[in-house]
Structure formats: structure tokens, C-alpha cells
């Protein structure tokens, strides 16, 4: 997709990695490393999006769906595939699509603070209800 004055996401993107070079102290071994994996992330996706198939969701997605479609023989709209794109996002690890993805290698693992964050957010001053049986 472009935009309007002839850009796309990826050079929005090349334009804040930039300004981070430029404004940001790099000067932690972390620091540095989130920078150089974000470039090789915009090389790649200017290359091949699936390339970041290991690193992105949507290129991971798009991957796993496609390959499923094909080896399935399904058609773009048959409703098993729609409901697998669903599948995907859901956040219960157990049948998360992407969760699968991660155990399985397939895809970097988001950190587990990251993951905590997400399952019980700091922010959120209300306890987890107790589930029935545990």
C-alpha cells in the first residue's frame, strides 16, 4: 500500500529508525541490538516480507495460512480457513495458532515479560477471577 505522497510503511519506518539513530543513545548493548534487528527487519521486508516470517505475525500468519490453504486444497473464502485466521490471534496458550508457532521454533519467542505483561497486565489493579477447578 502507498500512501499518498508516493511512500509505504516500510519507509515511514526507515524514517523513525533514522530519527532514533539520530535522537536516541545507543549506548547499551540492548540498545544497539533492538537497532540492528530493526534493520534487518526493513531490509528483509524490502526484499521479501515472508523473510520476516520468523520474526513478524503478519508475514508468520500469512505463511502458516497459505501453506495450510495449499496442502489442504481450500478456496481464499472456504470458512475453515477464515476460522483458522481467527484462530490465530487467540491469546489462550494452549490453542493460540501463534503460540504454536513459537513452541514449535517457527517463530522468535516474544520475551516472557512481555508475555506476562499481556496475560496480567501491571496496570490492571483488579485481580484475575479464579478459574472453576484450580
Known amino acids: ?11 515511514v519506518q526507515w524514517e523513525y529508525l533514522d530519527a532514533v539513530r539520530k535522537t536516541c543513545a545507543l549506548d547499551s548493548d540492548d540498545a544497539r541490538w533492538t537497532v540492528e534487528e530493526w534493520e534487518k527487519a526493513l531490509e528483509d521486508l524490502m526484499v521479501d516480507p515472508l ?13 502458516l495460512l497459505t501453506e495450510f490453504q495449499k496442502a489442504q486444497g ?18 489462550d496458550l494452549d490453542v493460540g495458532l501463534y503460540f ?7 517463530i522468535q519467542c516474544v520475551p516472557s ?22
Open 100 to 106: 504454536g508457532l513459537e513452541q514449535s521454533g517457527s
Open 51 to 63: 523473510r520476516c516470517r520468523d520474526r513478524l505475525d503478519w508475514p508468520a500468519k500469512h505463511a
Open 74 to 91: 481450500l478456496n481464499p473464502d472456504d470458512p475453515w480457513l477464515l476460522s483458522l485466521d481467527l484462530e490465530y490471534h487467540r491469546l
Open 1 to 11: 500500500m502507498r500512501y499518498r505522497s508516493g511512500s509505504n510503511a516500510v519507509s
Open 113 to 134: 515479560e512481555a508475555t506476562d505483561f499481556l496475560l496480567r497486565p501491571a496496570w490492571c489493579a483488579i485481580p484475575p477471577l479464579p478459574v472453576p477447578g484450580q
